[in-house]
Structures are given as structure tokens and as C-alpha cells.
């Protein structure tokens, strides 16, 4: 996913087309959300692949760090 130096970009401000936090950045969903996507299994595609990218950004606490790249 990240071969594409655009790709992280386009998962931070991607939105969450569906569920409670529909509307919502990925990287603004909270952490259990995306926790409990991890134990379940996230989407198939590239949404799936996103979620998968913004759970591995706040499992290690870099949000803050990306937080320039939120458009």
C-alpha cells in the first residue's frame, strides 16, 4: 500500500462510508473502532486496506505526526 507515496495521504482523509462514524476521517475514528475491525476483519479493497493502515498508524501513536497531511 505504501509503494504509492499518496497512499497514506489518501487514507488519513479518506471518509467512513458506513456504520456510526459514517462521515468521518479514518484517522479520526478511535482506536477500539478500528481494534475491533482488526479482530473481526477489516473490509475486502482498498477501504479495508486503509483501515488497516490507520490501525497500524494509531497502534504505534503516530497520528499527531501525520496530523499535517489532514486536508
Not at 462521515?23 to 479482530?39: A, C, M, Q, R, T
Not at 497502534?59 to 501525520?66: H, R, T
Amino acid at each position: 500500500m505504501l509503494e504509492n507515496p499518496q497512499a497514506l495521504s489518501d487514507a488519513i482523509n479518506q471518509t467512513m462510508p458506513f456504520g456510526k462514524y459514517a462521515g468521518s476521517k479514518l484517522i479520526h475514528l478511535p482506536e477500539p473502532y478500528l481494534v475491533w475491525f482488526n479482530s473481526k476483519g477489516f473490509p475486502e479493497g482498498k477501504l479495508g486496506e486503509q483501515l488497516a493502515l490507520i490501525y497500524e498508524v494509531k497502534l504505534n501513536g503516530l497520528e499527531k505526526l501525520l496530523a499535517p497531511l489532514i486536508k
